[in-house]
């Protein structure tokens, strides 16, 4: 019991630090872009819960737990207006930011894949939505501030996603605990998008025009 309240409290610290990672890059990217307040910190929270948002508008869970729970909500707008007004200061923990955002990326991915199985989600389809979870809050960030999205050009990081999701889904398909596959799952992600930003692993790209 006490090994299952320690998991919970793991789990739940990490997905506050994901979504405070995930609300500083939306920030970031707003400042650097030259954002006022309120577009900085409307970024800021699009970027920590439009995943999460979407998976669950697409499998019937609404409202969403993003929108029903206010503190991801407090922790988007502590999230947004520190990097506002001390930008230089949290640009130079962006390599900490990252490991962060790659945690989070990771947790989101295989707990998105799984409340889509509860919610009787064929696996391969939950797999893509846990994806989902992880990655839209990037992709709607790129979006709005005129970017293509940095998941479709980079870095492994829709990829990793998957991955993720596909350990849970796989998992569940052959019965196997649920806590396990979502740990390896999330194992999986981490080092793939590890190895992406240290040694630089991508997905192929297209041969150079003739």
């Known amino acids: 019991m006490a090994s299952l ?7 739940t610290a990490l997905d ?5 990672a995930f609300a500083i890059s939306g920030a970031i990217v707003g400042v650097r ?19 999460g948002v979407m998976r669950d508008v697409l499998i019937g869970a609404v ?8 503190h991801y909500f407090v922790i988007a707008m502590i999230s947004g207006l520190i990097t506002f007004f001390r930008y230089g200061r949290v640009a130079h923990y962006q390599r900490s930011i990252l490991l962060v955002d790659t945690l989070g990326l990771a947790l989101f991915s295989v ?6 199985i509860d919610y009787g989600i064929h696996p391969v389809m939950a797999a893509l939505l ?17 970017e293509i999205p940095f998941v ?39 080092f793939l998008r590890w190895m992406a930003i240290d040694r630089g692993w991508r997905a192929p790209l297209p041969p150079p025009s003739a």
């Open 63 to 70: 409202p969403p737990a993003a929108l029903s729970h206010i």
């Open 152 to 190: 479709l050009r980079a870095d492994l990081y829709a990829l990793a996603a998957l991955a993720a999701g596909g350990v849970v889904a796989g998992g569940n398909r052959f019965g196997m605990p649920t806590l396990w596959t979502m740990l390896a799952g999330a194992a999986l992600c981490v």
């Open 130 to 146: 846990g994806m989902l979870t992880g990655i839209g809050g990037g992709m709607v960030r790129d979006v709005l501030s005129g």
């Open 33 to 51: 872009k030259r954002f006022d307040l309120f577009g900085v910190l409307f970024l800021s929270f699009v970027v920590a819960v439009a995943g």
């Open 16 to 20: 506050w630090l994901g979504t405070a």
């Open 111 to 116: 707990v998105g894949t799984q409340k889509a």
């Open 5 to 11: 309240d320690f998991l919970n409290a793991t789990t």
